[in-house]
């Protein structure tokens, strides 16, 4: 019985929280043409614009009060279930912007990921540092038949020394961006509600990463645990 009861509450312990977004916003141009769909996620029930990768084993997501994604894997392989909705591309240039909580666990990173239909994926997410700072990382990774990459950008701001000078704290919530044009992304962070955007230079995907074209590709908010 002690064993049992120590091993529950190893899982209790183990276990990862879930993880909030208050909205997600899409803008897709086409010459003078421009289409804005926002979704707060206030709905019980998640708006049918959203896809998932594939059939879910369990239900990992809930919706009401904004967006909750509870972590299911730690990978984007094609075999692994991803926390994970998207709004389908129909745009080769368009704007996502999503409003993602900083997690409390260090072990998870919260933020958006594009997917195309050649297997490519890029991410730009948010987590937090071991001394409680914040940080970010971009990635592009590859599980399509023609080549198998990965590559990975750490880009730590927001660090706990920057605010304490100001006296503040890091913020409890972020906004991320990704801008497309054809085939040219560029990520950006804000830190004050959209009142200014820090762009991460380091964080573009271009086409010798793999990313040729987004239409009818994915783009959403996602959540993953690191081990």
């Given at each position: 019985?002690?064993?049992?009861?120590?091993?529950?509450?190893?899982?209790?312990?183990?276990?990862?929280?879930?993880v909030k977004s208050a909205w997600a916003e899409y803008v897709g141009s086409v010459e003078a043409d421009e289409v804005r769909w926002r979704d707060r996620f206030g709905r019980q029930e998640l708006n049918p614009r959203w896809e998932l990768l594939k059939p879910p084993t369990a239900k990992w997501w809930s919706t009401g009060w904004g967006l909750e994604l509870e972590p299911v894997s730690k990978g984007f392989g094609s075999e692994t279930e991803l926390a994970f909705v998207g709004y389908?591309?129909?745009?080769?240039?368009?704007?996502?912007?999503?409003?993602?909580?900083?997690?409390?666990?260090?072990?998870?990173?919260?933020?958006?990921?594009?997917?195309?239909?050649?297997?490519?994926?890029?991410?730009?997410?948010v987590w937090r540092g071991p001394r409680g700072g914040i940080e970010f990382?971009?990635?592009?990774?590859?599980?399509?038949?023609?080549a198998h990459w990965e590559t990975e950008t750490a880009l730590p701001v927001l660090s706990v020394l920057s605010y304490s000078s100001e006296g503040h704290?890091?913020?409890?919530?972020?906004?991320?961006?990704?801008?497309?044009?054809?085939?040219?992304?560029?990520?950006?962070?804000?830190?004050?509600?959209?009142?200014?955007?820090?762009?991460?230079?380091?964080?573009r995907a271009t086409r010798e990463t793999g990313m040729l074209n987004p239409l009818g590709g994915m783009v959403g908010p996602f959540v993953e645990r690191s081990y």
């Open positions: 019985m002690k064993a049992l009861i120590g091993f529950l509450l190893l899982a209790v312990i183990a276990a990862a929280e879930p389908r591309i129909g745009h080769r240039r368009f704007t996502f912007t999503v409003q993602v909580e900083v997690p409390r666990d260090s072990r998870l990173k919260m933020g958006l990921v594009l997917f195309d239909k050649a297997g490519n994926s890029h991410r730009f997410a990382v971009q990635k592009s990774s590859s599980s399509g038949p023609a704290k890091p913020p409890e919530k972020v906004w991320l961006r990704m801008e497309a044009d054809e085939n040219h992304y560029e990520f950006s962070y804000s830190a004050n509600q959209g009142e200014t955007w820090i762009e991460l230079e380091r964080g």
